[in-house]
């Protein structure tokens, strides 16, 4: 029997379109939102005169490294005419670099509209694929439509980015050749603590073309920071709260239907600025921070017993589930384990200096990869006894490849589930011992890439717009190895301060590839600051009672919409 064919349906293309268009209802409501301007750069670019009252020391090696930016001062930018040093009309350059972080494309909406409001013929260059767009010259001129339809949209996708270093001297050279076809005065570079080491040294090295050089202070990390002076670095806000809207719908599931206990681990490798934000925005049950777990020295069993003893206690009140939040740097936090990530980079790092391309560390097979290891100079018995004893899953973890700076890749390692697996069988030997009586029903989550491309909050909008402004006005006085900030962001906007960082100042010696180098440093959690010290209050109320708090998403208008970090607010109550 055959069937009836169906007759056939004819469905509108226009109501098709319009369901589907990419060009979803909040972004095109977002694209309308103009971004506040603060008082001093209302007038269009301004001046700058030394800020005084900030004690800034650069270390030697950065003094011999970076001769001509060590001599930098601290600025801040004031109404007024700029000292005018950029040939008008001139052309700047700007390259999205590192991990996205929300806001970044206010940063080139601020650049553009201030070189605009200079000079109608001023024109503004990207560089594609982040640092490598410098190296290979690959760019797309930024027009003003352009920048309209990215406005307040989350993600770096206008111009791409990467994580590419200027590390050797031919890409020196290479980047040297780029701002000299393009006639560049001016490269903005947009980034996190790596990229605004290479914004040192091209500033250093592209000073006698002409070509002035400004980082932007970017990273949902929140580690780029400079106290009294840069609170947090953009991008940060939108991703916790990102973040902590899934985990305050998590604390509603885990309390409506009681079972799970949620493993949440949340991105930002290192420090454990995201995560002390989003317990504040949600209240968990147990949250670790690597900066104090590393204070009082505690092993991974330690961490291990921390989370299980909270489970315990709060099974014997008949709650056997809550969520905990892991910060992804933990790891590098607990010493034993952060030993061997150091030893393991050293040799990864001096075996692929001698070794060809294709007989690159990782590709061995894992048991060579482990033997080379343990053949080397640096690697004891204690070593491979911590090492063995660890979970497969984390063994293989400790050996992935560096990133192109060197930095162990935190983002690639399940360090929720390890946890996760370590605590069920601690709670099963505590089961056994008669002291935990509860269900253990478990499931695991990571937020991280998610919250990169997030909405920003308005307050990341207007935060990055202004920084676009302030390093337009810092390059339009010459400035050049500068970071751009706001000073004093947990006050109204018309108040931010605009100001430009020496980076020379910023910098210190860190291990990568087995070598000391000069680097921006990492600021971690301060144990000793206004926010930590009320966490550290709080959370033994939120470790047994459900003080749950539903955050709910990034608000752009109504109740909400004017929030800001709420570490950042703690934090300005110490003064
Ligand atoms: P940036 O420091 O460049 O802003 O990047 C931060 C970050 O998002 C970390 O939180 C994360 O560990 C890492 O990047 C992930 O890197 P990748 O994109 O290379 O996987």
Known sequence: ??????????????????????????????????????????????????????????????????????????????PGQPQSRLQQPCRLGIV??????????????????????????????????????????????????MVAHYKNSGGFHMLGTGRDKIDTPEKMEQCRQTCAELQLSGLIIVGGDDSNTNAAFLAENLHDLGTRVIGIPKTIDGDLQVPGLCQIPFGYHSACMAFATEVGNLNSDCKSDLKYWHFNRLMGRSASHIALEVAFQTHPNVILIGEEIEEKELTIHEVVRLIADIIV???????????????????????????????????????????????SFHKLPFEDQVQLIDNSDIWRDYDSRIFLGLPPRLQTGLLLPRDAHGNFQYALVNTERILLDMVATYLRKQRARGIY????????????????????????????????????????????????????????????QPIGIPLAPLMHLEERKGRLE??????????????????????QKWALEDDYRFPGPIQFSGAGAEAKPITLMLNALGG
């Open 1 to 78: 029997m055959t069937a009836e064919p169906k007759p056939q349906t004819y469905y509108s293309q226009a109501a098709i379109a319009q369901l589907l268009s990419s060009e979803s209802p909040i972004k095109v409501e977002r694209r309308s939102y103009q971004p506040c301007l603060c008082e001093r750069l209302q007038s269009g670019p301004g001046g700058t005169r030394p800020l005084t009252g900030f004690e800034l020391e650069v270390l030697r090696s950065a003094q011999e490294q970076l001769p001509l930016v060590s001599q930098n001062k601290l600025l801040e930018i004031v």
């Open 96 to 145: 999205l670099s590192g991990g996205p972080a929300p806001g970044g494309h206010n940063v080139i909406a601020g650049v553009f509209e201030a070189a605009k409001q200079a000079h109608p013929d001023n024109r503004l260059i990207g560089f594609l694929a982040g640092p490598k767009g410098i190296i290979t010259n690959k760019h797309a001129e930024i027009a003003g439509e």
């Open 437 to 496: 009586k509860g269900n253990f029903r478990t499931q695991n989550h990571y937020y991280g890439y998610d919250g990169r491309g997030t909405f920003p909050t308005k307050f990341d909008c207007d935060y990055a717009y202004n920084l676009g402004h302030t390093a337009f006005s810092l390059l339009a006085n010459g400035a050049t190895g500068y970071m751009a900030a706001l000073k004093d962001l947990h006050k109204p906007i018309t108040e931010w």
């Open 518 to 539: 000069l680097v921006i440093q990492k600021q971690k959690v301060d144990l000793e600051s206004p926010a930590f010290q009320i966490l550290a209050q709080e959370r």
């Open 313 to 359: 206690e709060r099974a014997k009140i008949g709650k056997n589930y809550g969520t905990i939040l892991i910060p992804e740097g933990i790891l590098e936090f607990i010493h034993e384990i952060n030993c061997l990530i150091i030893k393991i980079s050293y040799i990864i790092a001096a075996y692929n200096r001698e070794a060809a391309e294709e007989e």
